[in-house]
């Protein structure tokens, strides 16, 4: 009944990893913002993630699934918080747009591996992944104001 192909599990635990550093990532972030306007942008994709995370289990659970993350991704997640905290916005923006393209081959390749129970969930992480490129690509284009409108739309 799922779809199964070769590495269909390992982009599973893939999907479980990024939701946990990027949750990780973006509250970080957030924490050592250096204005309330970034402040605020983080929390909004800290929550993206947090949703994502959140749908992913119940997506894995209701379908027999098992996924499975290493143990140090957290600490992954909130020690590159930290470090990008230091950087330049833009620089920090070139990274998060750079950060998005491993992700989004592997959510592309399970929307194509997908069937028609499970199409709507990968479609929607896929568009997560591409909603946290867009928010980059805008903020480096001086879009500010737009940048998350992508975000918003997924979020309850």
């Known amino acids: 009944k799922m779809m199964k192909y070769i590495q269909y599990q390992k982009d599973l ?17 957030a924490k050592h913002a250096k204005s309330a306007d ?3 942008k983080w929390h909004v994709l800290a929550e993206l993630e947090t ?8 997506f894995i659970q209701h379908n027999g699934l098992n ?22 916005w833009s620089a920090v923006m070139y990274l998060i747009k ?27 992480v896929l568009r997560h992944e591409q909603s946290i490129q867009h928010f980059a690509t805008c903020e480096l ?12 739309l997924l979020l309850d």
């Not at 635990?13 to 972030?29: C, D, H, P, Q, Y």
């Open 98 to 124: 750079d950060g998005t393209q491993p992700f989004m081959r592997t959510f592309e390749r399970l929307c194509q591996n997908s069937n028609y129970e499970t199409y709507d969930f990968f479609q929607y």
């Open 51 to 58: 949703q994502t995370l959140f749908r992913f289990k119940a």
């Open 38 to 40: 970034q402040q605020q």
């Open 67 to 88: 996924a499975s993350s290493r143990p140090h991704i957290k600490a992954q997640g909130i020690i590159s918080g930290i470090a990008l905290s230091k950087l330049p």
């Open 13 to 29: 635990n893939k999907v479980l990893e990024s939701e946990i550093v990027g949750e990780a990532l973006f509250n970080t972030l």
């Open 141 to 152: 284009a001086k879009q500010s104001m737009t940048s998350l409108d992508q975000v918003l």
